[in-house]
């Protein structure tokens, strides 16, 4: 875990999934694709069915938001994430279709992990609730795909310096286990 | 009798809904400010920095704090000396609430039916909780409320037997089985007593307690501390990430209870702990 924020661009390559540990404090800048649970269960029946998904996956990372509504003038509304573990059945097909890497909030599953280690790809957290601040770093949004989904529907977003901190690296390493060993006291 | 017409209510709520959503209380913000300066992690410090310079943010753009703005929960104190006028209380709350999270930029979260889930398209209906009180007032409160804290929370029939001890272990594993999820800091609301859904009622109410305000019974009073020094203990902290600050505050409300009984209610509340309250 290193102090200093370190800054990513996307897509990712798996040179930068490797240098990514759990702990680290980032800086993502590039395109990211929108999609909570709804969007991900279609996402996986066009996978079932070897269909072509509204954007091509490779090397590319996923944010798990439901914005608000944009203010007129602004490119999107609050847009914090949304809780990850309700996304473990689905993104371990998406981490085999070429997906590198993922922000929510809490702890992903252990199928997602193993998913993680074989493919390479990295989880990270955005700061849940801090959602105007994180909306700040948003630059674009524009709808791409299931608009009947209204918040749910997928996005790709623009981010500039967008903030978030690796949970969960393709090493398995984990920062709900490492952080909470370090702090808690008897 | 004092009438009060339908769409006063209405437009009170609209503006509560609102309100709620852009401005966090200040006994949260103190209590935020209070625990990053005494943070030992230095990622849970720079969390909390971030969730306060959130609210701040929010507060001054009038945006929503969270993109979850919530299931819309409504407390309705209303005086048995009032005659509600040109329509409906129901429909009033529902009407306030259509319009405050479409005029407001509040994100539509609810599903008409929990198996079919079509969203409703404009975050009603609220779920509304109504007590007759003595007077001629309105005092409604608007607390929404986000699914991941939500999500986070349990009632649970004990036994008699079970006792203080067992009371704390089911509130320190409740918080402790829910990690990261809740996006902590979260406020602990607990219920104790009453009924299955009494209790239940009790735990959210007690989500609206002042943080920083005591208990007025000592036996619970310190309880609340001690559970609080000990739910910090797991070394949850920000976010999950590990840190001393998991919880802000612990807030238990009692109530009498059947001899063959002893429910308890956790309903966990994130640090976008929002209610905002208006008197008619
Ligand atoms: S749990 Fe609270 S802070 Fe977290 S996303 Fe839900 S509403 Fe927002």
Known sequence: MTEETKRITTPFSDEIVESLIAGDRVFITGEVYTARDAAHKRLVELLDKGEKLPFDPHGQVIYFVGPAPAKPGKPIGSAGPTTSYRMNPYAPRMIEAGLKGMIGKGEMGSEVVEAMKKHKAVYMVAIGGAAALIARSIKKSEIIAYEDLGAEAIRKLYVEDFPAIVAQDYRGENMYIKGVQTYKRE | ?280
């Open chain 2, 1 to 280: 009798m004092r009438n009060i017409e339908a769409n006063v209510i209405s437009d009170t709520v609209r503006r509560l809904c609102m309100e709620a959503n852009y401005h966090l209380g200040d006994d949260v913000l103190e209590a935020l400010n209070k625990f990053e300066a005494v943070e030992e992690s230095p990622l849970g410090k720079n969390i909390l920095k971030q969730i306060i310079q959130n609210a701040e943010i929010a507060h001054s753009e009038e945006v929503a704090m969270c993109q979850d703005t919530g299931f819309a929960v409504a407390f309705v104190e209303l005086g048995q000396e009032v005659h509600i006028t040109g329509g409906g209380l129901n429909d009033a709350i529902n009407d306030g609430i259509h319009r405050g999270y479409a005029d407001g930029y509040l994100r539509k979260s609810i599903v008409e039916d929990p198996l079919r889930r079509k969203n409703t398209g404009d975050n009603t209906p609220g779920v509304i909780h109504l007590e007759m009180v003595p007077g001629d007032k309105i005092k409604v409160i608007i607390a929404p409320k986000g699914g991941g804290s939500e999500n986070m929370s349990e009632v649970k029939m004990m036994k008699p037997a079970d006792g203080v001890e067992g009371l704390k272990a089911f509130v320190i594993d409740r918080v402790r089985r829910s990690g990261g999820n809740p996006c902590p800091p979260v406020i602990v609301g607990v219920g104790v007593g009453g009924t299955f859904e009494k209790c239940a009622y009790l735990a959210k109410k007690a989500l609206l307690r002042r943080i920083g305000s005591t208990h007025p019974d000592p036996f619970y009073a310190e309880m609340e501390k001690e559970l609080l020094v000990k739910i910090n203990n797991l070394g949850i902290g920000p976010q999950g990430l590990g840190g001393r600050t998991m919880a802000l505050a612990v807030h238990i409300a009692e109530h009498p209870c059947h001899i063959a009984s002893f429910p308890v209610a956790v309903n966990l509340n994130c640090h976008a702990a929002r209610h905002k309250e208006a008197v008619i």
